[in-house]
């Protein structure tokens, strides 16, 4: 078991598994710029943590429910989870909104793009039914990637693989928090759409180097000289 302090973001984790630089340039490093396609999706998961809880027969559906699990040391958000098959009690205030809906969880995370080829969004996926498992005593047996490019669902099933692979990189995300060291990577074909890219240099930094202190030492060779003393004074 964790301690609060030591819960890592579930966004983290779906870094990691995305690429190992990518996570240690933005969690370990505090590195982060802009692209449009971060702003795109910025914005989505902003419009759908956003709104009022809704109910419908059968089906209760709340908004940016916060989800933890001290067994993997994970913490994070859900977009949206619905509670199907039962009608949930209204939200009191002051109260969690995890505390009250009955039915069966089924969290649903929203994408600016379309669907991947890497397992990066399942296992973010993933890890918040296994925090919203602990979180509400009760199973989830499978979620939904939506994709604003297709504006389609892709549902998922929290199989015993996926459940496994979410777990070894949980793991593999707390020893890259505890070495606090940013992996070194070769460049691909997906570095292109990385708003890091320019910050990242992949394959150009020295294996285990820090992106940052590389920074800095090139800026420093840029800084103007300061005084020179002149030698006929």
């Known amino acids: 078991m964790f301690d609060e302090d ?3 973001p579930i966004s983290a ?30 914005q989505l998961h902003d419009k759908a943590h956003h ?15 916060p989800v933890l699990s001290l067994e993997l040391g994970l913490a994070g958000q859900a977009d949206v989870v619905e509670f199907v098959g039962e009608d949930g009690p209204t939200h009191p205030p002051g109260q969690s909104p995890t505390d ?24 973010q996926l993933c890890a918040q039914a296994l925090c919203l498992e602990a979180t509400l005593g009760r199973p989830v047996p499978r979620g939904a990637l939506f994709y604003a490019r297709t504006r389609r669902r892709e549902e998922v099933t929290f199989d015993e693989p996926l459940r496994r692979r979410t777990r070894e990189l949980t793991s593999e995300l707390h020893r890259l928090f505890d070495t606090g060291r940013t992996p070194q990577v070769p460049y691909q074909p997906k570095c292109r759409n990385c708003s890091l890219l320019e910050l990242c240099m992949p394959g150009q930094t020295e294996p285990g180097h820090s992106a940052t202190l590389y920074l800095q030492r090139s800026l420093s060779r840029l800084a103007p000289a300061g005084p020179q003393e002149d030698p006929d004074a």
């Open 13 to 42: 984790l779906q870094h990691l598994a995305f690429c190992p630089r990518q996570c240690g340039l933005i969690h370990l490093e505090g590195l982060w710029a802009e692209n449009r396609l971060t702003v795109e999706g910025s």
């Open 51 to 65: 709104g009022e809880p809704e109910t419908r027969p059968g089906l209760r559906v709340l908004r940016g429910v």
């Open 100 to 123: 009250c809906p009955g039915g069966t969880p089924f969290p649903v995370e929203y994408k600016r793009g379309r669907p991947k080829g890497g397992d990066c969004d399942r296992v």
């Open 6 to 8: 030591d819960l890592r």
